[in-house]
């Protein structure tokens, strides 16, 4: 099932209901091609605002001197991987791909279907607009309105690899990293399964991206960490050293943004708002996706308390959005209770893998492997628990031939990067932060200055 | 003339304070410091690292004074400075030769 | 009234229209069910993001040393109290009151109605699909739609005692206290109004909440309070020692989040936008609330200015909310004007009750007795000034029963706790800071990692 | 074309698709109502939330010292502008402007055709329902829906001004000029073509605002910083000293909320969603504010880079929002490669107007000049590039004659301030900050009490 | 050797270290720090409550020299640091017998 | 007694802060201060406006000593804050007559 197929059925019922019952209380089509519209651009703008949640929980994860540099990595890969999804990845995600492995390369267009409803109403021509219409409400959408929620998604994507990589990576190279998994990694993987291609043929189940999104950002991340080296000083004869947040009420703020960020990413991959069903659909949608983040919290709290006799707030910060990344692959099918506790799983794996990939000397500034990669790939393998649609078999095929792919390459982009024009900064560039190194910003500015102040 | 340093737990600096003021201090400087003694931090856990607290906030007040002062500051701060519990802190004495007040020029006692 | 025939009413008089006259405008049942759900979903999410304005004002307004515990406090308590609120809490609220003292201790399922218009609409039985929809276009909304909007207010009830009770507070003693408040506490109260219980038959009027969700929060933390004691060193030879707010832009920006986040409280608070009517009305309560807001910054700009010689801006950013607070009770009847009025005199009142709580000794960390409770009273006392169909008497009825059942209730469980697993953090804590001693956070990493920095 | 009839054109397109083809599929006029309504209110709230982020953003560019007083200034004058633009604003600029060149002097209200609709529904007069919703599906929304609409712009207005005076004016002549900002200023020069006006029927145009809201708020704020001079310190020996942003995270919150805002901003714009049509509109708005957002941020990303060898992120966070504003007055036309041109363009104008300024000693703490003057005039005149119903002499017209108006009445106002009771703090407030001159916040709060903490 | 304290206003510190550099000083140390003294701190109300601003922020400056320079450093300091205002700050001088610089391993004038 | 002043580079307190409990030290003090010498700040533009960054982080530790330990402690300060590169910082030594510890009361070496 295609994410864009899934929109048509939605449409269909609709109008089937509508066709058939004439006297019946439907949507009439232009009322649900305004809903369907309206769906996408107000879920859409949620999940824009992910990238605001991304930039403050990893400004306040990072060290001081290097919170500047995260904050222009996060504007600047949303603004690029928008473009890069307009220029290629669109196309090459969502057209033509029928059952295969991609789709074409070329630029996104709204299509020639709005331009000729528009001239009919320009020209006032009833019959021919009832025609454009019929057309264009085929798809039930405006097109740009699809392509604004489809490319915030890719956003989000390369975001997941900002966290991992921070207070070591130059800029340059990174956002021609994220050019590559906007414009080409993402979106071939993505038409897979969104695009109609094999995965979606095969009946892999995978409904707002625990694996598309989460996972793919995680493996792109796990390669980038393995590949960059950990932080100067993270790990030393053999021990850990623990580098605190700077700010936790930024962590805690940014994840906030994101959890809000969230009802738009799973609500509006519903794809459609034009019918009762489909109002219900995303309604139980808000609410699981609400309560599996729950689960999370609760469940980290608790796990932090019995194991390390405090509760550790960073981590029950990302078990919340483990809890949301567990239940994005499935949102539409557990009740209240099922949710919570899949994403309480995804907070005990929270709890496992951060120091586990620590002690594999793995070096996650934020917590993203474990909690997009891994709890994406639990939000997966969980959905034919509750969704008698799914299979095991075909969850772990689409797990794999994703992960396979990203892996390699972004493996790929990540050493082509590293032996031409270097990926990581200098010994005297970390020691003394990326914001100056990067970005010329005096950590030390005239006391003068900054001596006082209520902030 | 001596520079006397006292290194105090910071929740103690208003008292402290107060208590040099009416032992007739009319100046003093005050700056956060973090303290390494006996008094050791905890050993916390950070995303299931363990890691030792090892430097404590305390606050560093130094005062100039006269020679004839020394002993009633001295006196005064470890009075008011004082908790019994450990981590207290330190006040050490310094020699100092000369001291002006850049307002007006003077210097020696004048200055203080 | 109850607020779900409130409901009923606004979806009635659609219906009424619809079927009265088949060839008029009316919005169909469908697409009113859409309206109606959409408006929960996403004035339910403006609501949801409250949390994250209730932890960052929090945050910026407690010592350095406290930030990250009331940042966990924040988001564990919007995450336990919604899973309470699921499993007992709605139902004991909404479950059968009739008129009564309670509803039903149950768990709240979406309910059969959805069920089979699913299942209808997947047998493509159109007799089913219309029958089925007729049932559920009964209420109008989709059930779970409808839930979550009303969790998030429970998790707002929440937030209000959090505020009040920081800086000193156990945290796993005070999540117990959330348990009782969103499970029981809230909801029997909220089934005198809301739930259709006597009040409701009363008379008795607010209509989002001034009494049943703020005067309640605010009630819960006024006993937290006096029995938890003051912090350390706030009060000392009778004089009080201001304890400043740490981060100002973050106590502001949680103040406009919460001001965002009310257009969704009073707004959705409607539960109907599938008519004209309902449209209208909802446009008067978002300007109703801005003025109510807008009224408060100004009065306590001038009021601090006359009476301090300088403006407070932490009291001017407690004016927003008591504004806020005090419109809403009644957004849908008075004027701008009015608004702006009511809001202001809630300003007034903060500007009154801060002070004099500290003369009281009840040390209130951010305001929350005076902004939700005293405001709170002052709103529900004020909606006869303005709407014709309530009475000064059944308001203050409703002020008194609510408040007594509050203050009887949280008196109970904070004692309880107190003299079982205690309330209250030691003394060398509280010195240290709760983000040490609960959370294990060095106050104080180590400074080559935090030594410079541009935040 | 004014911005009433703009709407007034939407709804009648769907109108006429209603009534001439009764069989057709167009969307019912209540359903319309509504579906406008909400726009206004959805749309209205993100630009609400605007205020937040230019609070954010100023107080993370202005020093430690003066972060409360701008926040201060921040919500006051967001309150303060509400207000009196429901008192003089609102009437002044669409009341029966009629081709002139402003509207009357009346307070704002929703109007009869409302109340007479609700005096019907209250009396269950199906005749009277239909012939008074006949009126009020007119307009077509909401009449307090479009206040509030309306209303946020001039506050964002306002807020443009606050960030060029910061950190050296006084509290309440800056809120006596945002007075007339807002009930004077503002609303004459809106009428003229939103209201409209004479430069509505030349032809100017602009859609969301380039010249209207921003440039004229770039103008009241260049005035004011030349009236009032530049900080102390900032250009010494004739070079320019920089005083450094002191918290950039807070910049790039800000930043994003604002981006999140223009959706708001341009997508509301369109001011109505009954239709397909509207859909559609809205929809390449949102794909065209974003496009030209990201281009601000790329080409200031390269530029400064290219020029200082190192990129420079207050000017690329500059450049995101010079993008938004330079597409501000025609989101609709371009398609998404223009907009991110014509957003590029505004990002060149911040890198070379930011030093431009400075060394006319024009002293802009946020570079609001720049930004929302500058990249406003630009994306006034790009208009005709891309949409061929507008002529460069009549954007040059608009430009000239509203950037003439608000300089003139913005100097007097300024220079009326400054000659009564002074616009200017001390040289010993602003040496200590304008938190402890305005407002009496310790600079410098018991060390007891922030010693320590992790935020 | 002498190890010259100065504890002066904050906005007057790159005016002293110009100063400093200009005399021939080729480094110091400066920390951040809050003076008590004889300027007062105003009286602010928080809430509602009246408090006392006590401890003002000042800039303290460092600067290890030769008994040679003492004097030049003194006066260079005064005449910068200088408005005439009250709260303008000290200069101390205190006792230094040995310095190293830790790069080289240098000791004593050599190491200034 | 002596109180020892080493200014280093922050990267390097942990080890120096080691160095000296191997060599037998149970108490020192620790600040932020910024530190202007022969090492430059780099020439960086902010808003196209250039600027010097004049003043560099670096962490000032001061430990009090027996007259015994001072040779010692200097030493172990110079190895363990070494780099070799420019920057490294300076030991300075200051002349200490008293010491008290506010707990019990000590004075003198007893109270280091
Ligand atoms: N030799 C020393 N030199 C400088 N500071 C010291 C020295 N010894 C202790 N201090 C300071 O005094 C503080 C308290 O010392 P500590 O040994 O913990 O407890 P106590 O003061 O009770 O003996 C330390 O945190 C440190 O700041
Ligand atoms: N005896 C002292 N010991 C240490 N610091 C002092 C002393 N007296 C003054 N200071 C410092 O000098 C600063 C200025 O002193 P103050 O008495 O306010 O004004 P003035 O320097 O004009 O005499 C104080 O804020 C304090 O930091
Ligand atoms: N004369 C001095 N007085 C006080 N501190 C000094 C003095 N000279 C240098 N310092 C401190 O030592 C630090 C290092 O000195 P610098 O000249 O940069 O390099 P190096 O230590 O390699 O000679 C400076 O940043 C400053 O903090």
């Known amino acids: 099932m295609t994410r864009k197929t899934l929109l048509t059925t939605g449409a269909l019922s609709t109008l089937l209901v509508a066709v058939a019952a004439p006297a019946s209380a439907a949507v009439d089509p232009e009322t649900t091609f305004v809903f369907n519209t309206l769906l996408f651009l107000v879920m859409g703008f949620l999940v824009m605002f992910m990238a605001a949640g991304f930039a403050m929980l990893e400004s306040g994860m990072v060290r001081r001197k290097n919170t500047a540099a995260i904050c222009l990595k996060n504007i600047a890969l949303y603004s690029i991987a928008g473009l890069a999804f307009y220029l290629v990845g669109y196309n090459l995600m969502y057209d033509g791909v029928n059952g295969g492995f991609l789709g074409s390369f070329s630029m996104w267009n709204p299509g020639a279907g709005e331009a000729a409803y528009a001239a009919a109403i320009e020209a006032k021509d009833q019959a021919k607009i009832a025609e454009t219409f019929g057309k264009i409400s085929e798809t039930g959408y405006a097109a740009a309105s699809d392509w604004f929620f489809q490319m915030v998604f890719v956003a989000t994507t390369a975001s997941i690899v900002s966290g991992t990589v921070a207070e070591r990576i130059k800029v340059w190279p990174f956002m021609i990293f994220v050019v590559f998994l906007a414009a080409i990694i993402y979106p071939i993987q993505g038409s897979w399964q969104w695009g109609g291609g094999w995965l979606a043929e095969l009946g892999f189940s995978d409904f707002a991206g625990s694996t598309l999104v989460h996972s793919t950002g995680g493996w792109a991340a796990l390669t980038g960490a393995i590949i960059l080296g950990a932080r100067r000083g993270k790990y030393k004869d053999g021990r850990v050293i623990p580098i605190q947040a700077n700010n936790i009420p930024m962590v805690t703020l940014g994840t906030f943004i994101l959890w809000l960020g969230w009802f738009g990413f799973n609500g509006g991959s519903q794809l459609a708002l034009g019918s009762a069903s489909d109002a219900i659909a995303i309604s139980t949608i808000f609410v699981n996706t609400n309560a599996a983040a729950a689960g999370g919290v609760v469940v980290v709290m608790a796990l932090t308390q019995l194991l390390f006799k405090k509760i550790d707030l960073t981590m029950v910060l990302n078990g919340a959005l483990a809890g949301l990344v567990s239940i994005t692959a499935g949102p539409d099918s557990p009740t209240i209770w099922q949710s919570a506790l899949i994403g309480g799983v995804g907070g005990v794996l929270v709890v496992v893998f951060v120091p586990l990939l620590d002690r594999l000397k793995i070096d996650d500034v934020v917590g993203a492997i474990s909690v997009h990669l891994v709890a994406g790939i639990w939000g997966t393998l969980a959905v034919p628990l509750t969704n008698s649609g799914a299979s095991f078999v075909n969850q772990a095929i689409g797990i794999v031939a994703i992960g396979g792919f990203v892996v390699v390459c972004s493996t790929i982009v990540w050493l082509a990067l590293k032996y031409t024009i270097g990926i990581r900064v200098s010994e005297e560039a970390e020691e003394a932060g990326l914001d100056q190194s990067e970005l010329g910003l005096d950590p030390n500015p005239p006391m003068g200055q900054v001596a006082s102040g209520t902030a | ?112």
Not at chain 2, 86 to 101: C, N, T
């Open chain 2, 1 to 112: 003339m001596k520079m006397i340093k006292a290194i105090i737990k910071p929740f103690k600096l208003d008292e402290v304070r107060e208590a040099l003021t009416s032992a007739g201090i009319e100046g003093l400087t005050v700056s956060e410091v973090r303290g390494f003694g006996r008094q050791k931090g905890q050993t916390e856990i950070y995303r299931g690292a363990e890691y030792q607290v090892s430097l404590l906030p305390k606050v560093e007040i130094e005062v100039a004074v006269s020679d004839a002062m020394v002993e009633t500051v001295i006196e005064t701060i470890q009075k008011s400075a004082h908790t019994g519990s450990i981590g207290d802190g330190k006040i050490f004495v310094l020699d100092m030769g000369q001291s002006v007040r850049i307002r007006t020029g003077e210097t020696g006692e004048m200055a203080l």
